[in-house]
Structure formats: structure tokens, C-alpha cells
């Protein structure tokens, strides 16, 4: 009877493996998986149950040893008389001869008992563990065969492709199967980018309200993300209306940003961030909402695609952005601006097309200017080299008066006019005439609008005189050389003086000399002024000295250190990397062009070397015959 019910078992176990080929249809599949479900138990079962008397049990189990000795037990001749089985044939394997042997020596000596217990145990180990493999095998394919009758757009193809392979075949079986196959599949992805792009379709306001607060409420970029990406995935699997509203993306893009910042994130964290699938699908959704967002989402975005992906990623979309903020820029106050502009010009990515429109729309609503956003929006035309004349002229206009410019020593005192009553945006007196606009600027502010008037070479307006004027009553304050911000101010005011005295000294602007003398040792302190030699210039001078020229290395001018010189012939060699250029059109940026102008108005030949040209030569020998050629002319 044993004998009998592992024949079974083995049929059993072949029937999932038949199954698999056989042909796939909608009737065909569905009695496939009632096959995989139900394995013919019924019969199993029934034969299990089967009883024998005691006489022929034992008489069975003692045959099952001396099978299973001889390694007969699994053979389809095990139901045959046991005389044919015992007899010795030419052709009988030379094993079981041999187990054959000793089996009449085992029975010889009276050991037929022993053995029989042996091989009964041995036996009965090895039919549990293949029963409980056997279960745990059909369990797994239960579960399996239910999850497919769950979700019907999980099938593959790899079966079909077998038998035929080709696009007919495919898609005649997925007309058969009812569209569940690729067909089903593209549909299904068309409908999640669609449900995922109708943002001015109907809404659930309590809904757009509620996923607004969770985003807000979030404390951390990764919280922000998961409720996000958590509701895009259920819209995705068919939640309609979407709360996913242009304002919540956005929302939730400049929360990420925010919470970025407040923990002083490192850059490659952040990159690492950004280049999560979640993430890159909500930037997509963003992109995809951009057209239908307020002046303030544009803003937002923009603002946190800078903070997230600084100056390595989102290239495409930033211009996607540029597009969408040119359509709007009738629109934009004096933070969306600022912002859009600062958001460029920190990614240093330049928009030839916006800028020119930001600078005609900040002239209309100059009044309306706080004095970061004016310090911000000056800094980013700067960086960018962006003509900038509209703001420039209307800045002349609106503050003629040298009464409308304070100096704050510090945080707290930035606000004072507006303590006071006064604002910059204009108020009323007594007469109900609007007073003149008041700006009261952080010495930061100051250094860095002075420079951006230097880097766009305009220096000789009024407005930048009554910043100068502003600033040059830090006088009598202390520039310490143990604070970065001290730093940076006085490299950017100690730039300036030395634009002033070279190519305006007719305005009689230049610090005087013992305010000169402390901004320039500030200026040329090392705690915060490392020069950094990158691999691409050590490549260009080690090629220089073949040029048979005396070259000399971090040669220092009036501030500026030039990477290499020939002092007797006054040529200056700058070799530039890629963070001299924009990211996206390779045009070099306002601090670049301000160097370059500064050293040939100093009465240097500056010949530059770009890293874009370099890469593009070949060789050594190459490298050697372009510095020569790009040598001639100033030799």
C-alpha cells in the first residue's frame, strides 16, 4: 500500500509541471489554476483510507525493506510477485547483485529484524520530509495561483514567447485574455498619467485641505515625501477627485526644500534624496502641473529645485521652468521675482529669454521691493551677466534722495524704519501724500549690491553711489577675520574699491586709506581664502613649460590670483573650470567677466583656457601645438 501511495505522490508532484504547458486561453488558464489548487486530493485521500487486513500488512512491510535495500522500492515492478523480483537475470544490475548477496547473508545469520527496523526508520524520515516539501510546495502555489487570479495584469508573456514570440501571436492572446496583457497594461499607464495630470478637473476641497496640513505638519524631508508619494500612489490606483492640486505639489516641494535647510543637509545627502523614485516622481508631477500653478507655486518650485538639486541636477527642469515663468511674469510680486531669479542664478543656469522680462517687471513694481529681495535680484543679474537696464533705471528714479538709504549695524536693527512707521513700499503723511520709499540695509546687502553694480559695470549710476555712501559708514566698525560673512563682505568691498580706483576714478568713490588698509587685510586673510588647485590646472602648467616662457604660478593682482604669468611680457593665463561657466550654455558668469575685465583694464593680455575646449583635444602633442597657437598673438 505504501508502495502504491508514493506512486501517486510522484504523479502528483509531476502534474503542476505539466500544467505549465499547456495552452493559455481564458477557459485554458482558469482550469490550469484548478489544477495547481486542487491536485486530485479526493483520490489521494481515498486510497489512504483504504484498510487491509493485518496479515497482508505485514506481509507487505516486510517486503518494503528488502526492496527498499535493494533500491526497487520506487520502480512500477514493485506490484509484481515477489519470486520475479528476487530472481538473479543476466541483465540485473551488478549492484543489486551485490545488495542481493548480502541480503541472503543478512538473512543467513538471522539479522533480517535489525534491518528491518533500519530501513523502516530511515524510510519513514524520508516520506515526512518529503510529504511536508510536497505540502509547502503546493501551499506556495496556491497562494501564488490566488494572487494571479487577484491581479490580472501581472501575467507575463515569457511563455508565449516561447512557443511563437511574435507581436500577432501576442496580441491575439491578449484579445483572448480580455485586453490583460500589454494592451491592458499601456491603457493602465495612460489612465494613472492622466488621472495624475488633471489638476482643473473636479476636486474634493476637504481632501486638498487635508493632504496640505499632513505636508506642513511634516517635520522632516523624508516624512514630506512619504505622505506625498503615498498619495500619488493611491490616485494612481484610482483615487479620484485627486487632492494632488498644484498648490499641494508645489507645497510640498518647497517643504522639502525647507526642512532641507533647517538641517543644514549636506549636498550629497541632498543628492542622494533627489535621485529617489518618489522623488523624481513628484518632481515629474510638478513639471506636469507647472502651466496651472499660481505666481507662488512658479516661485516655490523654483526656489526648492535649487536648494534640492543645486547645481548638478533638474537642467531640463529648470528650463521647463523658465517657459512656464515667461507666460506669467505679468503676474510676479517682489518675493517671486527675487526668488525665480535667485533660483537661476544659484544653479548657475541661465534663461536669456526670462531674465530680460524679470527686469522689466521688477521696474513696474520696484516700490514694492524689500531690501533682501532687491540685494537677491541684483546679485542673481550679476551672477548670470544679465542685462539688467530696466531695474537699474528704475532704482535711479525711485531713490534720488540720499535720506531714503540706512545703514543697520546688524539683524536686529534692520527693521527700525519700519518700527518707527516707515516702510519701503511707500506710506502716506499726513497730507495723504505717499512719502518716498525708505531702504534700510544689512551690511551684507550693501557688499552685495556694490558688486553687482561692479560686475555689470555700472557703476556711475546714483543708486549705486548712495549704496557706496551707505556703506562707507562702516568706517569705525570692527571687521573681524574669525567670521566668514566679515570675509566675504570685505573681498566684495575691497573687489569694488579697486573697480573704483581703476576704471572710475573720476567719481571720487574709493574708500579712504584707513578703511582701505583694514578691508584689504581682511580681504586677503587665509582662514577663509584657500586656493584650491584643481587636476585641470596642473595638466595646463605642467604643458606651459614647454612653451619655452618663464611662467609663474598664483601670481596675486590687486586681489585677483592669476594662474600663471609672464611677468616681462604681462600675458596672464587663466585656466577656467566649469564653475566659471553657466551649466547650460557655457557662457562665462559675472564673476569671471569681472576678473577678466579688471586684470586687461590693470594692463594684462589675459588669455583664457576654457575646460570645454581642452577636452576636446587629444594627446599630449595636441594639448602642446593649441597653447602655442593660442600664445602667438600675444608673444
Not at 526492496?67 to 540485473?92: A, I, R, V, Y
Not at 506556495?140 to 511563455?159: A, I, Y
Not at 485586453?179 to 493602465?188: L, P
Not at 600675458?571 to 550654455?585: C, K, V, W, Y
Request: aromatic letters at 8%; one cysteine or more; hydrophobic letters at 40%.
Amino acid at each position: 500500500m505504501q508502495g502504491l501511495l508514493n506512486a501517486f505522490s510522484y504523479q502528483i508532484r509531476l502534474k503542476p509541471e505539466i500544467a505549465h504547458k499547456l495552452p493559455v486561453t481564458k477557459t485554458g488558464l482558469l482550469s490550469q489554476k484548478l489544477d495547481l489548487v486542487f491536485p486530485r486530493r479526493n483520490c489521494f485521500n481515498a486510497i489512504s483510507s483504504t484498510s487491509v487486513d493485518g496479515d497482508g500488512e505485514e506481509e507487505r512491510g516486510n517486503l518494503d525493506w528488502e526492496l527498499e535495500f535493494l533500491g526497487e522500492l520506487d520502480k512500477k515492478t514493485k506490484n509484481q510477485p515477489t519470486s520475479k523480483l528476487l530472481q538473479e537475470t543476466e541483465g540485473m544490475d551488478w549492484c543489486v547483485r551485490a545488495r542481493k548477496t548480502a541480503l541472503k547473508s543478512i538473512e543467513a545469520k538471522g539479522w533480517s529484524h535489525r534491518m528491518e527496523d533500519m530501513i523502516t526508520k530511515k524510510k519513514k524520515k524520508k516520506k515526512n520530509k518529503k510529504k511536508l516539501m510536497t505540502k509547502d510546495k503546493m501551499n506556495k502555489k496556491s497562494k501564488q495561483v490566488e494572487q494571479d487570479f487577484d491581479s490580472e495584469e501581472d501575467f507575463d508573456m515569457q511563455d508565449i514567447d516561447a512557443l511563437g514570440g511574435s507581436t500577432d501571436l501576442r496580441r491575439t492572446v491578449s484579445m483572448l485574455g480580455g485586453g490583460m496583457f500589454e494592451e491592458k497594461k499601456e491603457k493602465t499607464m495612460e489612465d494613472f498619467v492622466q488621472r495624475l495630470s488633471q489638476f482643473s478637473g473636479p476636486s474634493d476641497r476637504k481632501k486638498e485641505i487635508n493632504l496640505n496640513k499632513a505636508i506642513v505638519e511634516a517635520q522632516t524631508a523624508e516624512q514630506v515625501l512619504e505622505v506625498t508619494a503615498e498619495t500619488i500612489m493611491a490616485v494612481g490606483k484610482g483615487l479620484s477627485p485627486s487632492p494632488l492640486s498644484p498648490l499641494n505639489i508645489a507645497t510640498a516641494l518647497h517643504r522639502i526644500a525647507k526642512n532641507m535647510e533647517k538641517v543644514s543637509m549636506l549636498e550629497t545627502r541632498r543628492l542622494a534624496f533627489a535621485r529617489q523614485r518618489e522623488m523624481s516622481m513628484l518632481v515629474g508631477i510638478a513639471m506636469t502641473a507647472l502651466p496651472e500653478c499660481s505666481a507662488q507655486g512658479i516661485s516655490n518650485i523654483s526656489w526648492a529645485l535649487s536648494k534640492i538639486g543645486g547645481e548638478l541636477l533638474y537642467l531640463s527642469e529648470m528650463d521647463r521652468v523658465a517657459e512656464v515663468a515667461l507666460t506669467k511674469v505679468g503676474e510676479f510680486n517682489s518675493q517671486n521675482v527675487a526668488n525665480i531669479a535667485g533660483a537661476f542664478a544659484s544653479m548657475k543656469h541661465s534663461a536669456s529669454d526670462l531674465f530680460p522680462e524679470l527686469s522689466k517687471r521688477a521696474s513696474v513694481i520696484i516700490h514694492t521691493f524689500q531690501e533682501q529681495e532687491l540685494a537677491q535680484v541684483l546679485w542673481a543679474f550679476a551672477s548670470l551677466h544679465e542685462s539688467a537696464e530696466p531695474l537699474l533705471e528704475s532704482l535711479d528714479n525711485v531713490f534720488k534722495d540720499a535720506n531714503q538709504f540706512i545703514c543697520c549695524p546688524n539683524k536686529e536693527q534692520s527693521n527700525v524704519n519700519r518700527e518707527n512707521g516707515v516702510d519701503n513700499i511707500g506710506d502716506l503723511d499726513i497730507n495723504g501724500i505717499a512719502r518716498a520709499p525708505v531702504l534700510s540695509f544689512r551690511r551684507d546687502q550693501l557688499g552685495n549690491i556694490a558688486w553687482s553694480y561692479a560686475v555689470l559695470g555700472q557703476m556711475d549710476r546714483s543708486f549705486f553711489s548712495h549704496v557706496w555712501r551707505t556703506l562707507c559708514q562702516f568706517e569705525e566698525q570692527k571687521i573681524s577675520e574669525q567670521y566668514r560673512e566679515d570675509i566675504m563682505f570685505a573681498s566684495q568691498v575691497h573687489l569694488v574699491n579697486q573697480c573704483l580706483k581703476l576704471e572710475y576714478p573720476h567719481l571720487h568713490l574709493s574708500l579712504k586709506r584707513d578703511l582701505e588698509e583694514k578691508i584689504a587685510r581682511a580681504g586677503k586673510t587665509k582662514r577663509f581664502n584657500q586656493k584650491m588647485t584643481s587636476s585641470f590646472q596642473k595638466e595646463v602648467a605642467h604643458l606651459l613649460v614647454s612653451t619655452g616662457l618663464d611662467w609663474i604660478k598664483e601670481y596675486v593682482v590687486d586681489g585677483y590670483t592669476l594662474d600663471a604669468v609672464v611677468i616681462d611680457k604681462k600675458i596672464a593665463m587663466e585656466i577656467d573650470g566649469p564653475t566659471h561657466f553657466s551649466r547650460n550654455t557655457g557662457v562665462p558668469l559675472g564673476h569671471t567677466i569681472l576678473k577678466r575685465r579688471y586684470i586687461t583694464a590693470a594692463g594684462w593680455k589675459v588669455v583664457s583656457l576654457s575646460h570645454q575646449e581642452w577636452e576636446e583635444l587629444q594627446g599630449g602633442f595636441e594639448q602642446l601645438d593649441y597653447l602655442r597657437e593660442i600664445l602667438k598673438e600675444h608673444l
